[in-house]
Every structure is written in structure tokens, then in C-alpha cells.
């Protein structure tokens, strides 16, 4: 299969022979892309799964570079990091740019739905193929943090530790509502289209959208006010558009649709029990972190999860810049990782090292 | 000319010979469709304007009904009210949907740009000639509430009193990009199209957009939270289709675009000074309105406008139903505008009747 954008070389393939989806969909030679960085102790236990947002790639070097480092929250030298692109991506893992085996043509639009729990399980057979015991922490932002806590939830006994960031444990009615109204193009998801013509306008409109609401009022105040451009365009109209071609550049509009669908679907009470009850039972500390600024998931949300959640610590990254801060605060944010990991590190050694 | 959407039979329409626009074209034969309730007293200075948002109408007692009425803030029994439909739109006053004197085919994506200016200029030809001396007060929310502004800069010396509500004394970068993503659908704005087949998807995709804005998480979480509807999908996703679906039996695209586009050019400062400066040069009483939950026009700017406008008193609508509630919560709404006009009447009676 081809992938939308750029793949980084160092990404790797695993096939999984067969994946059960939540929808009963069986799907068979599941491609999942991956990379990892620095190496697998002989216990095993040294790994650290990053899990990345909606149009991210397995290249969390990239996009999370400020954590990657010696001493960092991400150390090479220390972990076994791994990151692999999700279930209905479009950056090497199987995704609507797939070819169904067999089939002449790729999925497009019929790729069936995919759940958080479905990306996560995918993730699990990655990780175990790798020959991991034991994950030391489990961590990522937005989607990424949805992926987080269904790892505590389904894979209980091999997670040490959990960071959600700038998340959700349900995603609400508001999330939903922006994440619909991205969806709102006709030529978008109701059918085939030609890959030679995707609509491209579109997946523009709809990153032009999200941008809004990743970002916050002060930060585009701040950033472009009223400033013209020489087109004599506002420049914040100059910087949408910029964002919406950007994406088109690197990205599958069926992919959009269906990640944006998992995420809609994303409740981790569901088919478990009431959903205080199921956070309640989550038994890894955890690092919740959410951002000030943030549009789509308000740090309300953020502590209540860290209220239920009964092993968590609750940091607030400060920003101007709204739910992206989880990207653009990478410093701070490695920060408050480093400290919790400190931390666990520390309450481990005085329990004695029963773990 | 037709209107998109339903106009009330009550709808008078003016022809006004010339408008000249801030861009320098000159309009001929402008038709200004309008209601008016109560009667205009000898003195012609019982007048009340009423300023509509970015889809209204003329017919304020049916989208303010809860502001009209004997004893309530628009009293048809000491006031004569005046509504107009703004320049641009599709309610009967001229807008896209027109023919341009002595053409064959409708303006279209050729309508001229609209400034909120221009929209006052117009409706001062109606005020006018329908006798009006003095307004007692002008008054509107969002779009509405710009024309406000500009009434107290463009024509001092008739207004008596103004009550800008949830709105802006310059268009922020904030709503810029929320405007902008709306306008991002390609068969939008770029040329002609078919009549019989409007760009439909693409303003129903732009009302989804805007309902968000619209609206609050706290608002969309009580109504919906993730409740799923008969076919399976969230009841979110139903309400917004909904929305598209009756913005597009009642609007049309191209004034759309041009109204969206009023409000961004919207700057009270433009040509005349600074920002601050040109605010504090008001000399009207006027009644500033905040929505606590406002996404679009958040309360610090409200609380903005009334600390720079000298004779202003500030009130907070509290709901959780965001911009909105200025429609919403009418009957509190009314309330506070009847407070701020005996207030106002006091105030002149102590001043011994000296204007």
C-alpha cells in the first residue's frame, strides 16, 4: 500500500495475520508501521509507547521532538520507545489506501469503522511481536490519550504507568459536533471518488475547522489580529487556508473520516459499566495533563478524569495556544513527564521493587 | 427581486435612488424591505431601531418576540419600531438575489463588498424618510449590535441611546478564522452557479460550522451528550444536519459570503483613529451585553467595549447557551434593555428635559 504523506525510512512494517474489529469486521494482513528508538532491556520492561493525535505519524521524533533526549521524557539511552501509525491511517499502517487482500481496488470509503480499543489491540500486537513484558509507560495527547487509557483498561497487567494529555474518556457531544460539522463536505464520505480527483477542498475545509479549534482566541489574536495581508486578506484567512493545503499534501480524506469517527466513538464505559466506575478501576498512576487554553477538551474535563482516576496526578500545561499546546509546549510538557516519571520511579524503590 | 426564505406580508419595501459604498461603488435603486409597529409621534423622536444578525430578517417580533409588547423593552404603544433587512442579504433587501438595474441575471458572487457602514448608510436613507428625527435607541446583537456601533459613530447627533449586545467593536482574528472556515467550500464563492442548483452543501455545511459557535460545550453536553438517535448516529451530528438543512431552505450562499465578509471588515476604528479612542468618542448612554458563555464574542470583550465607551452599563446575560442566548434567553434579555431605558428616561428628567 502507498501512504498518503512522507514515511520516514527508519519505519518499519509488521503484518498481523488477522484483527477482529468491535464491528465483528474481521480484517487479515493487517499492515501496522512503526518505528522505535533505542533498545529492549533483557527484562523486557523498558518500553514506552507513544501514541499519537489524529493526522500524526509513527515519527514521534518529529512531532514530539522536544521529549526525545538524553535525560528527557523520551531517553533513547533508558527506553525502548515505540510509536506506530493507528489502525485507518494513511502513513504505511492498513488504512482506506488500502488494498483489501484480494481486491483490485483499495477500501476508500468502505473501510469499516475502527474503535479506540481496535487501534489500541493492533498496537498490543505490535508491541508483543517486539517481545515487550512489560510497557513502563504509556503516553499521548488528544486521540492519543484516548489510545492511552483504553491501554490501562485492556491491557491492565502489562502497563506500568500512563500519561493522558489534553484528552477526553468520552468524546462529548461538543468534540462531536466539531468533529460532524468537519465531515460536512458532500463529496467527502458518501462514496468512491477518483484518486486522480480526491476532494481535496474538502479536507481543506475540514483542517481549516479543526485548526480553529485546536488553536484559541488569544493565540490567533496574539498571532494575526486584524493584520492584512499584500492580497488584502486578513492574514488569518491567509494562515487557514495555508493549514487546510498543508494537510491535503499529506493526508487521505477517507482516513479523516475514519479516524474522526474513532475518536467520535471513543467512550470507555462502553460495554464495561458506568463510566465513573470503570476510570475508578483504572490501577496505573497516571500523569493527567490538560491545557489551559484548550477549546475541544477544557481542562474541566481534563481534572475530572484525574478526580476519578484514582492513582493520578493532575499538571496544567499554560498556554495561549489551546489543545495544540500538547505539541507546540513540548518542553514543558517533557517536564511534567520527567517529574512523574521521577516520581513513580521513586514510590516503586520505597514499595520495596514488588512490582 | 425574490427573497430566499419566507418575508411577512407586513414587509414594506423602500427604493433608495443611490447608495454609494465604502469600496466607492455606487448602487442604484437600492430596495430596503422593512416592518415598522407602533406609530411615530408628533415630536418624531419615539423611534427604536432594530438591528439583525448575519440570517435575520425584518420581522423582529418573530425572532425578538419575547422583547416586544406592552410594558416590555419595544412597546408598539410609546415606541415605533423599526426593522429593516440589511444591505446584502435575501429578505427583500437588495443582495445578491437582485437584479442589477437594467441587467438580465442577478448580481451572484458579484455583489459588491458590504462594511457595516454601508448597511447603516441605508438604513439612515429609511429612518428618514419614514419621518424619524430622533432614535430613542438602537439596538441588535452580534451583526446587529456592529450596526449599534456605527449608528452612535455615523449619525451622533440622532441617536439617543444604544445597547450593543454580544457583539465586537472590531471583528477579531478569532471570528475571522470562524468565518472563513464556513467560507471554505469551493463552490461557494468563486463564480457563478446554477440557480436551480445552489452551492447548498456548502452553506448547510457552513451553518453546522456556525451552530458550534453559536453554542457552548456546556449547552451541547446537557441537550446531547452522546446519546445515539434511531439510525445510529450521535443526536449532535442529527441537530447539526438539521440546521444545515433549514439555513438552506431559507438563505441564500452568495449573501452568505457577502454578510460574513461585512462582519470581518467590520473595525469602528477604520479610517477614523485609534481603536480606543473612537470607542471612547461615544457620547450615547449605552447598554453593553455579555454572554457568560460566548464563544465567538467572549465577555472580556463585552466588558471591553463598556469600559471604553464612556456613558455605558455592562450586564451579563448568564446562560449556557452561548452567543446564542442573545435570541434565546429574550424575556431576560428584555428585562435588562427596559432597566437601561428608564434608567435613560431618569436620567434626562434629572438633566431638566435638557436635550
Redesign the interface.
Known sequence: MKAAGPVSPATRVLTVPELRLDSGTVLRDVEVAYRTWGGLNSAADNAVLVCHALTGSADADSWWADLFGSGRALDPHRDFVICSNVLGSCYGTTGPLSTRPGAARPYGPEFPDVTVRDVVRLQHALVRALGVRRLALVLGGSLGGMQVLEWALLYPAMVDAIAPIATSG?????C???S??QR???NWNDGWFDPQAPPL?GL??AR??A??SYR??AS??A????AVDGRGG????GY??HQ?RKLIARFDANAYVVLTRTM?SH?VGAGRGAYETVLRGIRQPALVVGVDSD?LY?IEEQAELARLIPGSTYATLRSPHGHDAFLIEGAALGERIVDFRRAVAASRLSAGGAA
Chains 1, 2 share one sequence.
Open positions: 468520552r468524546h462529548s457531544a461538543w462531536i459536533g466539531w460532524e460539522a460536512a463536505d458532500p477542498a481543506a475545509a481549516m475547522i485548526m480553529i484559541s482566541r490567533l489574536e498571532r494575526f489580529g486584524r486578513f492574514e488569518v484567512e487557514l487556508q487546510g467520535d467512550d477549546v477544557p
